[in-house]
């Protein structure tokens, strides 16, 4: 079983960033997509951002394009979203996940982590 653990969320006021870790551990493979996801209260599940994790291609929200930026550290089972420019439409529960198709849909997903909350002020 895949497991995965969010890190670095935190309150920061609009305008400044945030730089948010996934730890993967367990059996994992190079050909699986890891994604960013965020669920704000009374709302449902959106997709943020998503990578290739043997290419290291990628595809965004529209909302958060030319602020947000996925990456991933292969040899240390690690994935990042670096977060820019925040807004406080920004404020919600970061979830990363794992699937095995580049996809923006969650269904696509197999694997969560337990999120990590982001909340930017105005």
């Known amino acids: 079983q895949v497991q995965l653990v969010e890190s670095g969320g935190g309150l920061v006021q609009a305008g400044g960033s945030l730089r948010l870790s996934c730890a993967v551990s367990g059996r994992t493979f190079s050909y699986y997509v890891m994604g960013w996801f965020r669920q704000a209260p009374g709302k449902e599940r959106e997709f943020v951002a998503a990578?290739?994790?043997?290419?290291?291609?990628?595809i965004y929200a529209d909302s958060v394009k030319g602020r947000f930026t996925i990456s991933r550290v292969y040899s240390q089972n690690t994935v990042y979203l670096q977060m820019n420019s925040l807004k406080p439409e920004d404020t919600a529960v970061y979830y990363c996940?794992?699937?095995?198709?580049?996809?923006?849909?969650?269904?696509?997903?197999?694997?969560w982590g337990q999120g990590t909350q982001v909340t930017v002020s105005t």
């Open positions: 996940a794992q699937g095995t198709h580049y996809s923006s849909s969650g269904n696509d997903y197999g694997y």
């Open positions: 990578i290739r994790w043997s290419s290291d291609t990628t």
